[in-house]
């Protein structure tokens, strides 16, 4: 069935430093891929999306590009904050079904 | 603030309590989602409504008991639930079910089961 897969954190970067959070993708046809963020205490935001191949998401400096020849989805920040310490989860949208599939999520801490 | 509001924010009850978790969205979409997130595991689909229909139930035990009233509120009825149903719920919507359709959460209610 379809799944996603995402690096297993915690991830622990410095304020300023370069991001990124690796996900693949395994799903028949041609689904949407999704970014969302999780901070404490709190439900899921969605951050950025992509409906397809080729497409750019990008919102509050983070970005991610559908790559359908690697069926991946990256997430990339320049230069991250400490407000940006969250859980970040890939998920995908079956195009046949309609269902939302989540990676593990991976745990981003950012130290001052 | 993302138009889907979930009540309450924290629950503690005993393996022989009866609960109601509350979910309402004012976003004016179709389809509401029950998830659940224990620690460690990817985000369960538990439940999706559309028009008030239920169109998945994930192999949920039937101590949990959803229910959907009209489209912009869904309930989570608990009774005799266990220690391992201790994790966050969290309730979505969506303006239809299916491709396409951008899925909105909310906060989640954290259930501890005693």
């Known amino acids: 069935g379809d799944s996603v897969t995402q690096m297993e954190g915690p991830v622990t970067l410095s304020e300023e430093a370069f991001l990124t959070i690796n996900c693949t993708y395994t799903?028949?046809?041609?689904?949407?891929l999704f970014w969302y963020v999780q901070y404490p205490g709190e439900g899921l935001q969605l951050l950025l999306k992509a409906t397809k191949a080729d497409d750019k998401g990008s919102n509050k400096g983070f970005e991610a590009t559908y790559r359908k020849e690697t069926t991946s989805f990256h997430l990339e920040k320049g230069s991250v904050q400490v407000s940006d310490s969250a859980v970040y989860f890939c998920?995908?949208?079956?195009?046949?079904?309609?269902?939302?599939?989540f990676g593990q999520g991976t745990e981003l801490s950012v130290k001052p | 603030e993302t138009g889907v509001t979930q009540t309450p924010r924290h629950l503690v009850m005993g393996m022989t309590n009866k609960k109601s978790l509350k979910c309402e969205q004012h976003l004016g979409h179709n389809a509401m989602y029950w998830y659940k997130q224990s620690a460690k595991k990817p985000l369960e689909l538990m439940f999706v409504y559309n028009f008030k229909e239920q169109t998945e139930n994930n192999s949920v035990p039937s101590r949990f008991s959803p229910e959907c009233p009209n489209s912009s509120h869904l309930f989570l009825h608990l009774h005799t639930l266990q220690p391992e149903d201790s994790a966050l719920y969290l309730c979505?919507?969506?303006?239809?079910?299916?491709?396409?359709?951008?899925?909105?959460f909310g906060a989640g209610t954290r259930l501890s089961v005693l």
């Open positions: 799903a028949t046809g041609y689904p949407s």
């Open positions: 979505a919507s969506s303006q239809d079910y299916g491709w396409g359709n951008i899925q909105y």
């Open positions: 998920a995908l949208l079956q195009n046949q079904g309609g269902k939302l599939i």
